[in-house]
């Protein structure tokens, strides 16, 4: 991850969510789900 400017940040796909919602201070859903 890193971190552009205050409202962007570069992640790849591949990040597991428990680490983005960590080091971005949010709550992320991670239920299972079809796109």
Partial sequence: ??????????IKGSAYLDDVS????VSLPDEDFDT
């Avoid at 991850?1 to 570069?10: A, C, F, G, H, V």
């Fill in 1 to 10: 991850m890193k971190k552009i400017d205050d409202r962007t940040w570069r």
């Fill in 22 to 25: 960590k080091e971005l201070g």
